[in-house]
């Protein structure tokens, strides 16, 4: 297994999958899975059934994780860069 370098906060660019060229922020990591979250970025709905009788159900959008290898660091002027150059802060 290996080491997922993705932190959470850190920019990055989609550069494979449906939302391939977007840009977000991880929100969440999964080093196990090595998977991440990313605000904005493959946003499914859920439909939830009401609670109570006389209440309307909701859809409900959240992101969903995407692989940590279909993702790429960015750096603050929004250039990619390769984990071996990823900026010490």
């Known amino acids: 297994m290996f080491k997922?370098?993705?932190?959470?906060?850190?920019?990055?660019?989609?550069?494979?999958?449906?939302?391939?060229?977007?840009t977000g922020k991880v929100v969440q990591t999964f080093p196990q899975l090595n998977r991440v979250v990313v605000e904005g970025i493959n946003v499914c709905k859920k439909h939830l059934r009401s609670r109570r009788t006389g209440e309307k159900g909701q859809v409900v959008e959240f992101s969903m994780p995407i692989h940590a290898s279909n993702v790429m660091l960015m750096d603050a002027s929004g250039k990619k860069i390769r984990h071996?150059?990823?900026?010490?802060?």
Request: hydrophobic share 40%; aromatic share 0%.
């Open 4 to 22: 997922l370098l993705i932190k959470k906060g850190d920019m990055v660019a989609v550069i494979a999958g449906k939302d391939k060229g977007k």
């Open 84 to 89: 071996s150059q990823r900026p010490s802060a």
